[in-house]
């Protein structure tokens, strides 16, 4: 970024910077943290999306505690903390006001031009900021703080300016860079890192970047940052944290350990967990957790002084990992449809003509993203959608089932975080291909309104259908762990009673029948936000819950789940598992107890294909193979906007058993 000079380039980092101070300052406002000079950087204060209050509390949590163990540490030795990058970040002023900076560190910042002259302005114009600063000495250098105007490429002038502001190079030094490596080339970058571990006889190295550019996530959020004139360039030449652990080491540094968003989001302290679950209401986990996968907090050290410190985290190396089988990777076949599949969150059933029925979710409409009900009968041979005259408020996470009399039952779902759908409805078949709606009149008190959760067709021995409802969220519910029966020849709800292998809490599982009297129920997220790995096969002749007691499952949620024969189940994509891919597939073999983890396909950089918010079904191919065809998925993420998945994936699960 700095090597580059031309004004449309500065321009973009500049409103990078400037879109970054807003959602700093909208997570402040909404309690997130506390920073009580974020305004003094905001013209326009806006309020974001939860989600993006999330993303940047993450960050901004993780580089925070790594700061205040930094000036713990040292205490009252004499000590610098040098941020690379730092465009309106008010972390020296957090400190210094706090009484936590210690009396002998100064700390530096520096940036483009831009930046400089405007930060600088707003200091000037501050007696409060001007206050903490110190005495000035020259323009940009006070007493306890300066910000300097340099190009990192330009290593010696680097030197030169930080030695005309009084930088030591021989006391302890952390070196700090948010988002700024990513987006200079690695072979300047690279020299940076080398000159700081060969000046420094004492150093920290604090960065956070993105990583992961190869999955489809990954890959979205590159062409992103492309076509905002910031490409994030080094992510190719170091893509994980193994690639940014060995960067380190090999440029010099002693050390290096790495930590995802994601991981440092899991370890939170529960109490500071729950806090920050009640500030507002939330349900973009998919996306949140996906970010969080993306970005990653490296730290790496040199010299004798930080041999000891400790950063108040277990990196992933640290943690128990479950393999996932790369020799043998899945595989499938993309195959492009229309716009009307391009949706997530939705729900959808295979209908008795043996077409999918595809309804509800977030949408791409006539250019436009929207959450939508738009339900459409797609054709499973060649793909093609015919959409159905049913007009009705678009939900997204509800479920639905098909009855013995062709008619569909719609139940929950919400509009929004706020408002669950009250009115279950009926999709009645009048004729071909042609459904009518209309609102479920049940004869009990039905189950509470919900999203998130499962229906499942089973049948007792007088052979009736009776429809199986478990769990989900709603309005102030982090989770449920309620279960329903709802007998559909009488049309009333009757709640199971808990034992002690029923499933705890959990939304975002997902449930498949077994012959014709069990449900197997797996994973989900639960109240905590933790990602399961728990099995439980329901009777409903019995009403009874008995957990598997399963090896070798990842943890994951948003996923869909299939019974290919009477042992073997496959659970399909969604959040969780390895910190480190994608949920890949599951293959689970209920009577073993044993399950193997298949690596998703590699993904083509020119169609990435993601595996969640997606619905899917199990079918033969024209050859009389078995396959999964995926439907729809994507997200909404502000590291990419919305994405859309443009195709289906006909994932060839008989070889996944192999």
């Not at 031009?113 to 600063?133: F, H, Q």
């Not at 492309?226 to 190719?236: H, M, Q, R, Y």
């Not at 000891?308 to 277990?314: L, N, Y």
């Not at 076949?333 to 595809?358: E, M, P």
Request: hydrophobic content about 40%; aromatic content about 8%.
């Amino acid at each position: 970024v700095f090597a580059m000079t031309k004004t449309a380039k500065h321009r973009s980092v500049q409103s990078t910077n400037d879109s970054c101070v807003i959602s700093k300052h909208s997570m402040t406002c909404r309690g997130y943290e506390t920073d009580d000079f974020l305004h003094y950087f905001v013209s326009k204060p806006a309020r974001r999306s939860p989600l993006i209050n999330r993303g940047y509390y993450v960050r901004a949590k993780c580089v925070s505690r790594l700061l205040l163990k930094y000036c713990s540490f040292l205490g009252k030795q004499s000590c610098q903390i040098l941020s690379i990058g730092a465009g309106f970040d008010t972390t020296f002023f957090r400190l210094k006001s706090a009484g936590v900076l210690p009396a002998q560190c100064r700390y530096f910042e520096i940036d483009l031009a831009l930046v400089v002259a405007k930060k600088t302005e707003v200091i000037n114009g501050s007696s409060e900021l001007s206050k903490l600063v110190g005495s000035p000495v020259e323009p940009g250098i006070w007493t306890d703080y300066c910000i300097l105007n340099q190009d990192l490429c330009d290593l010696a002038g680097l030197e030169a300016s930080l030695s005309n502001a009084k930088f030591l190079f021989s006391v302890p030094t952390l070196l700090l860079s948010e988002c700024v490596l990513s987006y200079v080339d690695t072979k300047y970058s690279d020299k940076l890192v080398a000159w700081t571990a060969r000046k420094f006889q004492d150093v920290m190295f604090v960065v956070y970047e993105q990583i992961r550019p190869y999955d489809a996530f990954g890959i979205v959020m590159l062409r992103h940052f492309a076509t905002l004139g910031s490409p994030l360039i080094s992510l190719t030449d170091y893509p994980d944290p193994d690639a940014l652990k060995e960067r380190y080491r090999s440029l010099g540094y002693d050390s290096c350990e790495c930590i995802t968003m994601r991981e440092f989001f899991d370890q939170l302290d529960p109490k500071e967990s729950l806090r920050v679950r009640l500030l507002e209401l939330f349900d973009e986990f998919e996306e949140l957790h996906e970010k969080c996968n993306h970005y990653v907090v490296s730290l790496a050290r040199k010299g004798d002084v930080f041999h000891a410190f400790e950063p108040g985290f277990a990196s992933q190396t640290a943690l128990e990992k479950i393999k996932v089988s790369t020799e043998h990777q899945a595989s499938w076949a993309l195959c492009d449809v229309d716009v009307s599949l391009r949706r997530f969150g939705h729900a959808s059933v295979t209908t008795q003509n043996g077409k999918l029925l595809i309804a509800g979710g977030f949408a791409e409409n006539g250019g436009k993203h929207h959450r939508s009900f738009a339900p459409v009968l797609v054709d499973l041979v060649d793909f093609r959608s015919e959409l159905l005259d049913v007009d009705l408020e678009g939900r997204q996470h509800f479920a639905m089932t098909c009855l013995d009399d062709s008619n569909i039952l719609l139940n929950g779902g919400r509009s929004s975080p706020l408002k669950a759908f009250q009115d279950d409805v009926f999709l009645t078949r009048t004729s071909e291909d042609h459904y009518v709606a209309s609102n479920v009149a049940y004869n009990s008190a039905a189950p509470t309104p919900r999203w998130r959760h499962t229906l499942c067709g089973l049948r007792q021995d007088d052979g009736i259908l009776r429809v199986v409802l478990f769990g989900g969220r709603t309005v102030g519910v982090g989770a449920l762990g309620d279960c329903h029966i709802l007998d559909v020849s009488t049309m009333e709800w009757v709640e199971v009673g808990h034992g002690n292998d029923a499933p705890t809490p959990r939304h975002s599982h997902a449930v498949v029948g077994r012959d014709g009297v069990e449900m197997v129920l797996t994973c989900g997220l639960s109240a905590e936000e933790k990602a399961l790995n728990s099995v439980h096969c329901f009777n409903v002749r019995t009403s009874t819950w008995v957990r598997l007691p399963l090896s070798g499952l990842l943890p994951r949620y948003g996923h869909t789940a299939h019974l290919i024969n009477a042992r073997i189940l496959v659970l399909i994509g969604g959040i969780g598992g390895d910190p480190g891919t994608p949920s890949g597939i599951a293959v689970v073999d209920i009577r073993a107890l044993t399950c193997r983890e298949v690596a998703l396909p590699a993904q083509d950089p020119h169609r990435p294909f993601m595996t969640f918010g997606h619905t899917s079904v199990l079918t033969k191919d024209c050859a009389g193979r078995r396959i999964v065809v995926i439907v729809g998925g994507g997200g909404n993420c502000f590291s990419f906007g919305t994405h859309f998945n443009r195709q289906v994936a006909l994932l060839d699960v008989e070889d996944c058993m192999v």
